[in-house]
């Protein structure tokens, strides 16, 4: 992998490309590492299984000492792709409480921010493809030779 990011990349077993390729990459990129999956009401109500991590979502923590708790998102940290939840905070051993950092693939989206027109707007549902049965060869076959001979 050379120096520079390229984002026609292709994937490396490597860990060790994997990472300088998440560090190296542009913000505008980087936003996109700030996907964190939905919760299933709002995966059926806009047709997505997860969506970037905005100031203000609701979300529950998946992973880690803090599972299961719920808080509001109040920082967002794209260069370093992490995210501060509003009220859970770690106490360090003088008793001085800070803000807890959390990747947001160990979160899940509960609410999201709606005051947001222009996300909102990209939120719509996308229509869910329906698909046909198939059908076997051999009716194909049957349905192309009966339509040849009404043809003659």
Do not use: C
Not at 13 to 37: G, L
């Amino acid at each position: 992998m050379k120096s520079k990011f390229n984002k026609s990349w292709n994937s490396s077993v490597q860990p060790r490309k994997q990472v300088k390729f998440r560090a190296n990459a542009p913000n505008h990129i980087k936003r996109k590492f700030m996907a964190a999956p939905l919760d299933k009401p709002l995966r059926e109500k806009y047709g997505r299984r997860s969506i970037e991590v905005r100031k203000g979502d609701e979300v529950k923590v998946m992973r880690g000492k803090f599972a299961k708790k719920l808080g509001k998102v109040g920082v967002v940290d794209v260069t370093h792709t992490r995210i501060q939840i509003d009220g859970l905070q770690r106490a360090k051993k003088g008793g001085e409480k800070l803000e807890t950092w959390f990747n947001p693939s160990n979160v899940k989206i509960v609410g999201l921010y709606e005051d947001d027109s222009r996300r909102m707007k990209n939120l719509k549902k996308k229509p869910v493809k329906v698909e046909e049965p198939k059908k076997e060869k051999a009716e194909v076959k049957k349905e192309t030779k009966e339509n040849k001979m009404e043809k003659k």
